[in-house]
């Protein structure tokens, strides 16, 4: 009599189906986030047993004209470090849910336009008045723009009708965004969110580029 074949193990569920879902949730979530996304392409990172377990190796996103919080991006591409999820939700058909915190690198453009539209706003006005008075010795800010690789801050001073300008030089420092007047006078360091650094920050091609990392917190 032949022996019994010992029986095989049960495999994974599918990596694709469970992706797939992982996906769409992870899209919903980020819209959920944002104020508009114009478009969004998001690569994910794991194999079906550990997604089972609540674990994503990774994700990596490229996003194209993205309002978050008021700032208009031009582009946004961001890699993450593990994530830990709940698919047991989505696999009933509710929304994704994060566990922990998870970190994120990458990088994040800015027109000039994009610029001046966000500091116009009401969340963003004192910010964009302080960065006058620091760069140019009054406010309101009445313009901005990058003009080849310098951003160039205006204002216009009670009874005068001609905007003062000063052309900028942006770099990173100590995490934050530091904005330089070329001329060597006045220096502006922009408060940040401790959750994130800045790493890199240049103009080139019309933009205004920021490296960094950042910790997001379900």
């Given at each position: 009599m032949g022996t019994i074949p010992p029986t095989p193990a049960e495999p994974p569920p599918p990596a694709g189906p469970l992706l797939g879902l992982l996906s769409r949730g992870l899209e919903l979530w980020l819209?959920?986030?944002?104020?508009?996304?114009?478009?969004?392409?998001?690569?994910?990172?794991?194999?079906?047993?550990?997604?089972?377990?609540?674990?994503l190796e990774g994700v990596?996103?490229?996003a194209r004209r993205v309002v978050f919080r008021k700032l208009r991006f031009d582009r946004v591409e961001l890699r993450s470090g593990p994530i830990q999820i709940r698919t047991g939700g989505l696999l009933r058909g509710q929304?994704?849910?994060?566990?922990q915190p998870f970190a994120l690198q990458g990088t994040v453009a800015f027109t000039g336009d994009d610029l001046g539209?966000?500091?116009a706003t009401p969340e963003w006005r004192s910010l964009a008045d302080g960065l006058a008075e620091e760069i140019l010795g009054l406010s309101p800010l009445s313009g901005l723009r990058i003009q080849e690789e310098r951003l160039v801050l205006s204002a216009t001073g009670a009874g005068s009708?001609?905007?003062v300008e000063l052309a900028t030089d942006v770099e990173a420092v100590a995490g934050r965004l530091e904005l330089r007047s070329v001329d060597g006078g006045p220096v502006a360091r922009?408060?940040?969110d401790p959750s994130i650094r800045i790493e890199r920050a240049f103009l080139a091609a019309g933009l205004l580029q920021l490296e960094g990392e950042a910790l997001v917190s379900p």
């Open positions: 819209r959920q986030q944002c104020e508009a996304i114009e478009r969004l392409d998001i690569q994910l990172q794991g194999s079906a047993a550990q997604l089972v377990l609540g674990r990596r996103l490229l929304s994704l849910r994060l566990e539209r966000s500091l009708p001609t905007p922009l408060p940040m």
